[in-house]
């Protein structure tokens, strides 16, 4: 059985310089629970306390769709899977 850390062993990434999700960082500062911080499988969210604000890198997303439905305040103002050539590749056979 493989655990999700255990799965960047398996992955690699063609990194597109246009980011396939986009957040509006405002509506972000006003979530009341920031579930994407604690469901995203690759942590590519983050909140700083000290800053009240949300972190996003996008280079390293399996693109599961977590993310996706576990936001309930319309905070993408584009989500969509990485452009043909890009994104992440899985090698588990
Ligand atoms: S992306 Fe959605 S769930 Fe995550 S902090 Fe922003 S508003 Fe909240
Ligand atoms: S699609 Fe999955 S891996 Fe990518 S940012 Fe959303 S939760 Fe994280």
Known sequence: MINVDDLFDY???TIDHEPHIVLDPGVCATCNHRGCTTTCPARCYTW???DQK???VYDGCLECGTCYIVCDKQAFTRWRY???GF???FRLT
Request: proline share 7%; glycine share 20%; charged share 20%.
């Open 54 to 56: 949300i972190g996003f």
């Open 87 to 89: 994104g992440v590749s």
């Open 11 to 13: 992955v690699s990434f």
């Open 82 to 84: 990485p452009r043909g």
């Open 48 to 50: 700083s306390e000290e």
